[in-house]
């Protein structure tokens, strides 16, 4: 007499069996018109394509890494009414996807209020370029794909992982430049709200670690968060609180940090020393900011070479970190004491 659990044990090996030719077998076409399908082939007729589709799905079809021309779902920011992509993506998307294909996959780009596209496009895995702490709540339970999420993974999930950039020794890293120029009095503005991802928690947690560690003052007023509607007041909170340098985060700070600056008529960086993040902007500020710089390309590499070890077996999958690097320009200045 057979019990459930033998019962769930054979299909789960059912499911696992389920290929290309099981598929055609169901939509009673061949296995190169299903394969045709599955790329997104444009000369298959649409009746054909939706009968093919609806015969994956129905058997909870999912490619393997043996099945040639397997594709990466990139997840992206909704896109509908907003600008979201600008320089932190400018800057993951092009080695990312670059990456993708010199391993031999295609890379489908989902808005990410367009999940349901994963069930149609059938990926071997996914990764998330968008900074929402939702992205892999109940991942488990909506897609049989593993996904890694790119700077912004909160809890620990069965499918799901992480590659970030190390948020604590980049906040280090920039304090332990100030301090050697002199500076004691750092302020800190955090690009956005906190509670939206943990990057950001990781960041101001990091910051407030390293002026304990380099014993900083600390004065109410030196942190503020850079939310859009307030960022201009926030910078004038900063420079209130008796702030000799300032670390701006955020790929898009820097050029707001320099107009704020002006406004304010604050010299850079006889008066304030500024430490912002590293994009294509940052050496056309006045003057050219000492940046923090993400390692896009590393993280473009682990986050494939992770995909790839979490496709074949999940058990093996570790969240990893990538550290920054400061790159020195003029707007940091040695603080006479």
């Not at 009746?47 to 994956?56: D, E, F, G, S, T």
């Not at 990926?123 to 912004?152: K, M, Q």
Request: charged share 25%; aromatic share 6%; proline share 5%.
């Amino acid at each position: 007499m057979n019990n459930g659990r033998e019962d769930d044990a054979g299909m789960s090996r059912a499911k696992a069996q389920v290929g290309i030719r099981e598929v055609a077998r169901e939509s009673g076409v061949s296995p190169a018109t299903v394969s045709r399908v599955l790329r997104g082939h444009p000369g298959v007729r649409e009746p054909v394509r939706l009968k093919v589709l609806q015969a994956a799905e129905m058997l909870q079809y999912h490619p393997d890494l043996s099945e040639e021309g397997g594709a990466i779902a990139v997840i992206l920011p909704e896109l509908a009414g907003s600008s979201a992509l600008g320089n932190y993506h400018d800057q993951l998307l092009p080695p990312l996807l670059a990456e993708i294909h010199r391993r031999g996959f295609q890379a489908v780009l989902v808005p990410l209020n367009d999940l349901s596209l994963l069930r149609r496009a059938f990926p071997v895995g996914a990764i998330a370029c968008a900074a929402s702490g939702e992205i892999a709540r109940n991942w488990d339970n909506r897609f049989a794909i593993p996904l890694v999420v790119i700077n912004n993974l909160g809890g620990r999930l069965r499918n799901a992982f992480c590659v970030s950039s190390d948020e604590e020794q980049g906040m280090r890293l920039a304090v332990a430049h100030l301090v050697r120029k002199g500076h004691r009095r750092i302020g800190l503005l955090i690009d956005g709200s906190p509670e939206r991802t943990i990057s950001k928690q990781r960041r101001r947690a990091g910051f407030l670690q390293a002026l304990r560690e380099f014993r900083c003052e600390t004065a109410p007023g030196l942190i503020q968060n850079g939310v859009s509607e307030a960022w201009l007041e926030e910078i004038g909170r900063i420079i209130r609180a008796g702030a000799t340098a300032l670390i701006c985060c955020g790929e898009s700070s820097g050029y707001r940090v320099d107009f704020a600056l002006n406004l304010y008529r604050k010299r850079v960086p006889e008066e304030l020393s500024v430490i912002s993040f590293e994009n294509g902007c940052s050496r056309f500020c006045t003057p050219p900011h000492t940046t923090l710089s993400q390692d896009f390309r590393r993280i473009a590499f682990e986050s494939l070479e992770l995909l790839e070890l979490v496709i074949r077996d999940p058990a093996q999958g570790n969240s990893r970190q990538v550290p920054y690097t400061l790159i020195e320009r003029e707007s940091v200045a040695s603080r006479e004491s």
